[in-house]
């Protein structure tokens, strides 16, 4: 017995099937059509509703283990499938650090027994993610993880960042980098500029980002290594993205709706939910990010999603810790705010959010064929909500979009054949 989705619109690879009927069968898309018998299977009626392949989020923080109470792997899953996200890849600034084989197997155990979406470990770069030795990169691909990163952090010294592309190249993993150079980041809470001097706060300067790229750039062509560069958000940064894309290097880069919505005049210094490292710049900053993505500069979206308890984030600005979380609301963001606007067509958005990453990292799914893993979400798009953090399935409730309305939401999630979320 499997499952017919009935009457509904796919979307992605630049096609637009309407009224069309969907047959799965185990684990797999078994076939597409119209008027398919659906006797002996589960319906589900998708008049109205478009089918996406299931969204993929390379940039996610599942806080387990050890920060179970901000958030833990069914909990952050089930976040992931509510936001129409079958696969999602997780940072490794865990406690302990996902910085050996045996981390990366518990999360996948974990994911296996409790999870609503494909889990994919990204593992440290370094021990600890401190910065001086590296983990061992053969045993983690072995053990199932996708990507290296000491996300939260950056890699400080250059010597260590080099050798660790050059055995990421020869297993070809791709090195996901947080840019942030600490001499010139230093203690600031958000954007060095106009408005940070305007509140008082500590800035972090957009070049503590960018010289990391240029330097990780540099090694990019000299290693061969797959960069792909996280949370990009100001301009300096996508120039740089841009240069090494037109030397044809095997750089890549993501975007999170944040950097593409907001800006840092808009921060509320009373509410630390707008404290996102790297940080909201400015309006010229947003607008850069914007024409990156729209141009294919930055690849992808990515979350980012990162959760964190109430009372931490009741701290002060210049104390609480960064991050927002965005699993739950980042179709509905984009939608309405490029796709709504007429800034790019359903398509493009499907393919930033589910095809190419796919694509990029060599992962399943991200197409509807027959064949295909059975990752689908279904969106209805005249849905209108306003973002309620209370409603959340992810522990973590802090986010600056709480309030605002947005239109095109997720109602039904399947991940490998199985319904994993459903709000119909
Ligand atoms: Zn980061």
Redesign the pocket.
Known sequence: MGYVLKHGTIIGENTRLEQVDVLVEGNRIKQIGIDIDSTGHTLIDCTNLFISPGFIDM?VHLREPGFEYKETIESGSKAAAAGGFTTVAC?PNTRPATDNADIVRFIIEQANKHGYARVLPIAAITAGQKGEELTDIPALKEAGAVGLSD??RGVQRADRMKRAMEIAKQYDMPLII?AEDETLSGKGCMNAGEAAERLGLPGIPDDAEAVMVARDIVLAEVTGAHLHV??VSAKSVIELIRYAKGRGLPVTGEVAPHHLLLTDDQIDPDNSDWKV??PLRTKRDREACIEAFLDGTLDIVAT?HAPHSVEEKQKPFTEAPFGMVGLEIAFPLMYTHFVKTGRMTLNELVDRMATRPAKLFKLQGGRIQPGEPADLTVLDLHATKVIDPASFLSKGKNTPFAGQKAQGWPVLTMVDGVVSFDAR
Do not use: F, K, L, W
């Open positions: 940039h940072m996300d939260g947080h996280c949370h490292n790297p980012d």
